[in-house]
Nanobody, 128 residues
């Protein structure tokens, strides 16, 4: 059983930065696909970033809506993943969720939310 705990959300001004992180227990982030999703009130959940193991030939992707501003990566020594959010915009305001996949779902399924474990979420609020 993998447990995920997000932290590092909060409030900030447009143009600023935040760095939510997600600590995992019960699993090794370097051997799982890890995703960051966000959901704003009244909107659908969106995959923001995804890193995968791929048997050692892994990679990462970031949503086009945040490309150039957000990056996601693993912090293997801390068994965590983080989402570096720069040049924040008001439309980035949302609850951000970390998710882990231990079942090797393909990306086409992960982008639709096919992950095995979810964190409780951390709120990011950006004021303009």
């Amino acid at each position: 059983q993998v447990q995920l705990i997000e932290s590092g959300g909060g409030s900030g001004r447009a143009g600023g930065s935040r760095r939510p992180s997600c600590a995992a227990s019960g699993g090794t982030v370097s051997r799982m696909a890890m995703g960051w999703f966000r959901q704003a009130p009244g909107q659908e959940r969106e995959l923001v970033g995804d890193v995968w193991w791929g048997g050692g030939s892994g990679g990462s992707t970031i949503a086009g809506s945040v490309k150039g501003r957000f990056t996601n990566a693993r912090d293997n020594p801390r068994n965590s993943v983080y989402l570096q959010m720069n040049n924040l915009k008001a439309e980035d305001t949302a609850m951000y969720y970390c998710a882990a996949d231990t079942s090797d779902h393909p990306f086409s399924e992960r982008i639709r939310g096919q992950f095995d474990y979810w964190g409780q979420g951390t709120q990011v609020t950006v004021s303009s």
